[in-house]
């Protein structure tokens, strides 16, 4: 499995960004994807989920200002990061999870959970 993720980069805050991940081997349109981040001295936090069926899910402080969307048809995520603030600064990491209960916990899913899948991450970095 590959996960490769673009669309970082540096923006002022109250811009926007759209982050993609491509998914290639046994990743499917029917397995959850989804976005994490880490911060430096913090732990990885939930940023969005998108279960096979299209049900999503995001972390409370990205609510409102991120969407995140999936092509089946190209096995891709989307991140679409408006507002941002610099608290929104980190590595963001795609991830997915080809597991047969992943679906449903990620229906659920609250916060951070250990995919099994994750790619090499992608650095947003937005100014004050």
């Known amino acids: 499995v590959q996960l490769q993720a673009s669309g970082g980069g540096l923006v002022q805050a109250g811009g926007s960004l759209r982050l993609s991940c491509a998914a290639s081997?046994?990743?499917?349109?029917?397995?959850?994807m989804g976005w994490f981040r880490q911060a430096p001295g913090k732990q990885r936090e939930l940023v969005a989920v998108i279960t096979g069926g299209g049900d999503t899910n995001y972390g409370n402080s990205v609510k409102g200002r991120f969407i995140i969307s999936r092509d089946n048809a190209k096995n891709t995520i989307y991140l679409q990061m408006n507002t941002l603030k610099p608290e929104d600064t980190a590595v963001y990491y795609c991830a997915a999870d080809n597991r047969p209960w992943a679906d449903l916990v990620v229906a659920g899913l609250r916060g951070n959970y250990p995919m099994n899948y994750w790619g090499k991450g992608t650095q947003v970095t937005v100014s004050s």
């Open positions: 081997g046994s990743i499917s349109s029917t397995n959850p």
